[in-house]
């Protein structure tokens, strides 16, 4: 759709490597799938189908089916991978995968102890045959990771095999990257994004400020995950300049400035 407002940032196109939306699906009705395809399914790059949603859900295939129609990658929450891992069921896993007809999964290690190396070989044997997403960083707070232990992981990972590697934030966006404010750690993704390539990570963003905050920092395209989807449409506006978050972000400086100046006056006067 062509857009009638100059200064707006060009945007990938689906099917794409950056840019990404990644929406969390907490158990969506088939209908409620339908509706975000039709409100805003151009703008879906990947469904998450949140931790182990995908066991007690309906009419499952028929909900996969009609994103991968549209071009959405589906997979099973990083959660779901842990608790057969921990059942020592890992062929199940895959077996499972298989029959929903899926080409694409997560791999973590959020919520087990799992050796990286180990964490690693389980990526590349999966990469064989699947797109794989890998997730890096703990669930549970107060648990820090330096930022260069960090890039170590996100490297060997992608090394791996995974298509993208996941920072980790729950759909709280209170850990891992982010602190219990909910602020991002800034150090830490700016030692990350010195190492990693931007194109390589997927931010889990769930809340509007931490959107606004990596368009920010990285620009529209940047690739951000476990957005609800309601937000699918808000957030591209993000990406575009669209809304008050960002909306100096891709005016001429002289504009922008111009603009603040004129509100400035305007507070004084109130």
Known sequence: ???????????????????????????????????????????????????????????????????????????????????????????????????????TCEVSDGSINLSHTEKCKYINTLARDLTVLSEVGSKESGILISPAKWVNMMRAELDAGSWKVIAEARESGTVGIYRPSGHAHTTLVNRIIAKVPAKDIMWEAPIKSQQAWFIKQLGPNVNLGNI??????PLETLRLGLRGDTFFQYLPQEVADRLRQVNEKEKEKK
């Open 1 to 103: 759709m062509s857009i009638p407002l100059s200064h707006i940032p060009a945007r990938s196109s689906k099917p794409r490597e950056e840019g990404l939306t990644m929406v969390m699906d907490k158990g969506m009705s088939l209908r409620q799938a339908e509706d975000l395809i039709e409100t805003s399914g151009h703008l879906v790059d990947v469904v998450k189908l949140g931790f182990g949603t995908s066991l007690v859900s309906r009419n499952l295939k028929e909900k996969i089916a009609i994103y991968r129609r549209n071009e959405i990658r589906v997979y099973l929450g990083g959660t779901l991978f842990e608790a057969f891992l921990a059942r020592g069921q890992f062929k199940a896993y895959r077996k499972f995968v298989d029959e929903l007809g899926l080409d």
């Open 228 to 233: 609800p989807a309601e937000e699918v449409i």
